[in-house]
Nanobody, 116 residues
Framework: QVHLMEPGGGLVQAGGSLNLSCEVS?????????MAWYRQPPGKERELIAN???????YYPNSVKGRFTISRLDARRTLFLQMNDLKPADTAVYYC?????????WGRGAQVTVSG
């Protein structure tokens, strides 16, 4: 069963913006502990770039802080990642992630390519 659906990704020029979305299945949306976005640049390990926890608290590493914004819309069971001022170094496969009662769920990934 696919629990995380993340269409989108795409090609954008440096300085541009892109919004990623991830629809979470009803089966796992309730009682989520952490919702997050990770990315894996070519030839590198997967890295956390944003998370949101109960109460709406968010975290961003310095590499994206001030440029990326994570949010959730519960009525649509959807997680978003707004990415602004994109740089070629942001080129990666982006994954949404949910932690629910000790279980880890991953989206299939969306390719984002930023041209210089």
């Amino acid at each position: 069963q696919v629990h995380l659906m993340e269409p989108g990704g795409g090609l954008v020029q440096a300085g541009g913006s892109l919004n990623l979305s991830c629809e979470v299945s009803e089966a796992i949306f309730e009682n989520t502990n952490i919702m997050a976005w990770y990315r894996q640049p070519p030839g590198k390990e997967r890295e956390l770039i944003a998370n949101i926890i109960s109460g709406g608290f968010t975290y961003y590493p310095n590499s994206v802080k001030g440029r990326f914004t994570i949010s959730r819309l519960d009525a649509r069971r959807t997680l978003f990642l707004q990415m602004n001022d994109l740089k070629p170094a942001d080129t990666a496969v982006y994954y949404c992630y949910v932690l629910n009662s000790g279980h880890h769920y991953w989206g299939r990934g969306a390719q984002v390519t930023v041209s210089g």
